[in-house]
Nanobody, 126 residues
């Protein structure tokens, strides 16, 4: 059974930084594209970033481009989301997810991912 566990969330002031980490277990991590999504209260789950199984291919949502960076360490079975210059509107539960099949490129569609982690709360205060 594949498991994804996020960590690194917390409370930070606007303009600050956080790094989220997602630890994967139970499958050959390096063969799978990974994604980060977020969901704010009352809103739909929103694409943030994705990285393909070959780490050179990434995509970032326009809303966070220039502030967020996605990376992965296949030796450690981890994917990261570096978040800089955080804004109040970045407040949400952040989820990592694995693509639903090996050797597929990343996607911005939540339906293309399974499984998902349990999420980690990021709260940005003024």
């Amino acid at each position: 059974q594949v498991q994804l566990v996020e960590s690194g969330g917390g409370l930070v002031q606007a303009g600050g930084s956080l790094t989220l980490s997602c630890a994967a277990s139970g499958r050959t991590f390096s063969n799978y594209a990974m994604g980060w999504f977020r969901q704010a209260p009352g809103k739909e789950r929103e694409f943030v970033a994705t990285i393909s199984w070959n780490p050179g291919n990434t995509a970032i949502a326009d809303s966070v481009k220039g502030r967020f960076t996605i990376s992965r360490d296949n030796a450690k079975d981890r994917v990261y989301l570096q978040m800089n210059n955080l804004k109040i509107e970045d407040t949400a539960v952040y989820y990592c997810a694995a693509r639903d099949g090996p050797l597929r490129f990343g996607s911005a569609r939540p339906a293309d991912y399974a499984p998902w982690g349990q999420g980690t709360q990021v709260t940005v205060s003024s």
